[in-house]
């Protein structure tokens, strides 16, 4: 039987290998208090050192991430589930560890459709769904050539956001520029990804709502999404994948002007994060002018840390994308819920992607009845009330070659597919630089044992064995 089948209102325990997973006994009453709103947003690219409010980079100028910090939980130690873009964002839909359902690098698998995501989760509570920019979990399209897989060859690998549980879209598949978002930089010709729409449809590139700054475009559309769902007093889920600050890297010229000083390069690189950073203090405005930020989950983060050759910066962590290194995968971590987060505070706990899944579970005091289904994310309720402190189970990463394991003070590292291992104390040397594997042998046989049958798990997983 299909898993979707399984979804329903009722008590329900995942089984899984490193994670408490989301279980518990369904509370759904008609005296049950308002559901929260829901907002994941996500920017691409992102370093750990690309937002102000970190004190890392003194140049960058995010005032809207850096007030919304203010008020919020932030994390000092959040990862998103893999280094590249692809598999993190399937991860912040399923709370499941990519390598699961095989989208294991960008432009690799789809997002199948036994897997349960949190739109189709909370659908059945009346929940509003909306997706808005990049996708990156499977074609839009089977009809004509679009982005970097998509058209009429790419059957097999189709899977829109509309298939996937979202009742409004307004997607790419992947990249576009960062301004003027449909055509190539500084030219007029097509640059080749479309924006669809939950119809099937795709927004003509010539069309004056895919002018300017692409994080406006996906603002512009993402707010009246909102705005519907409050007159419709319906509870809404928003996930808002920015394409910032992706390349290619482009900035209008009222963001370059902003830093004067700087070369073009990071003209450009600056000028569209504070854009982007605009189009959040848009959205955080509006959710108070409309009444509901106070009982709005907002969080925040990236796909994974900076791209090579480019002004972004990890904050002084190691490595960059593609790597399993700090730098690589650990990135800017926020959430803002004035109803439970009352004054802002830090946590070093770690936090990671797969996280969003089971926690939006707990706090909607459900889980979807899903037999024999490992989840990799764990609830992170207690520690939105202070009640956690530390993880209480480890945090796997796969990416190619490469594997790790990170708990709350070490964390082990493989660049060989396991042949050999490097570890880390985190807490003692967080950019990783003693590796202590030669005298601390222990340590390094326990977290291996926990790791490899995590990945052994996940290739069952991937082999079909979920969705008996």
């Known amino acids: 039987m299909d898993r979707r089948s399984f979804i329903k209102l009722s008590a329900a325990a995942s089984t899984v290998v490193m994670a408490g997973g989301c279980s518990g006994v369904t509370k759904l009453t008609e005296t049950q208090p308002k559901r929260p709103n829901i907002i994941l947003c996500m920017c691409d690219d992102l370093g750990w050192g690309d937002v102000g ?125 960062t301004w003027d978002p449909m055509f190539k930089p500084g030219s007029t010709e097509f640059y080749g990804t479309r924006y669809w729409t939950q119809d099937g449809k795709f927004i003509k590139p010539d069309s004056p709502e895919l002018k300017g700054d692409d994080s406006r475009v996906i603002m512009d559309q993402t707010i009246p999404f909102i705005r519907d769902a409050v007159d419709r007093k319906s509870p809404f889920l928003a996930i808002i994948w920015f394409h910032t600050p992706h390349k290619p890297i482009v900035a209008g010229p009222e963001y370059k002007a902003m830093y004067p000083e700087l070369s073009e390069e990071k003209k450009a690189y600056y000028g569209c994060i504070t854009a982007m950073d605009e189009q959040v203090g848009r959205l955080r405005t509006e959710l108070k002018g409309l009444g509901v930020a106070d009982n709005t989950l907002l969080w925040f983060t990236s796909d994974n840390g900076p791209e090579v050759k480019t002004p972004g910066t990890t904050g002084g962590f190691r490595a960059r994308k593609r790597s ?145």
């Open 324 to 468: 399993l290194y700090e730098g690589g995968v650990r990135v800017p971590g926020l959430l803002e819920w004035p109803a439970k987060i009352k004054t802002g505070r830090t946590t070093q706990v770690p936090c990671c992607t797969s996280d969003y899944f089971p926690t939006m579970m707990d706090v909607l005091g459900y889980s979807p009845h899903i037999p024999v289904v490992p989840i990799d994310g764990i609830s992170l309720l207690d520690l939105i009330e202070g009640q956690m402190k530390q993880r209480p189970v480890p945090i796997g990463f796969q990416s190619r070659n490469q594997r790790s394991l990170s708990d709350n003070q070490y964390k082990l590292y493989s660049a060989n597919d396991g042949k050999t291992y490097e570890l880390y104390d985190l807490l003692a040397d967080p950019y990783e630089k003693n590796n202590i594997a030669a005298t601390h042998p222990e340590i390094v046989t326990s977290m291996k044992k926990t790791l490899e049958a995590w990945i052994k798990s996940c290739d069952k997983s991937n082999d079909g064995a979920d969705y008996e």
């Open 53 to 177: 409010y970190h004190g890392t980079n003194s140049e960058i100028k995010t005032p809207h991430l850096d007030d919304m910090a203010a008020s919020s939980l932030q994390f000092r130690r959040f990862y998103a589930a893999a280094p590249v873009c692809s598999p993190t964002r399937g991860s912040a839909i399923t709370g499941r560890h990519p390598y699961r359902y095989g989208i294991t690098h960008a432009n690799v698998g789809r997002m199948k459709s036994p897997e349960i995501t949190i739109a189709e989760a909370v659908k059945p509570l009346g929940y509003k769904t909306g997706h808005f920019g990049k996708w990156h979990m499977g074609t839009l399209t089977t009809e004509i050539k679009d982005s970097n897989r998509g058209g009429p060859k790419s059957h097999n690998e189709y899977s829109p956001p509309w298939k996937n549980g979202f009742d409004v879209c307004y997607s790419t598949e992947a990249k576009v520029p």
